[in-house]
């Protein structure tokens, strides 16, 4: 089955840290840019970093730069987000997303949730 499946949520509080995986299945992440968004409660989804399929170009989000870290293994099949220094605006759902570099379709996880609180 092709899909994506996110890991790594929880509770933290602020200041702290926590990494997301990104794990698919299905399809290799080697020709596929992968990406996290995140949707807080009552807003829309955004995106917060992407890595190219290569890893040459990576781009964040001016809320998460410099804060969190987008990384990728290809041999893996993985896609990481390391965040830390995390703050009350960062509680949200975090979403893995792989789009085709080249031909196919793309994938969305069901979300991983990170609740910052004290």
């Known amino acids: 089955q092709e899909r994506v499946v996110e890991s790594g949520g929880g509770k933290v509080q602020p200041g702290g840290s926590l990494k997301l995986s990104c794990a698919a299945s299905g399809f290799l992440t080697r020709g596929y840019h992968m990406s996290w968004y995140r949707q807080a409660e009552g807003k829309q989804r955004e995106m917060i970093a992407s890595?190219?399929?290569?890893?040459?170009?990576?781009f964040y989000a001016d809320s998460v730069k410099g804060r969190f870290t987008i990384e990728r293994d290809n041999d893996k099949n993985e896609a990481y987000l390391q965040m830390t220094g995390l703050k009350l605006e960062d509680s949200a759902v975090y979403y893995c997303?792989?789009?085709?570099?080249?031909?196919?379709?793309?994938?969305w996880g069901k979300g991983t949730l990170v609740t910052v609180s004290p």
């Open positions: 997303h792989a789009s085709p570099a080249f031909l196919g379709r793309d994938y």
């Open positions: 890595i190219s399929h290569l890893s040459g170009n990576i």
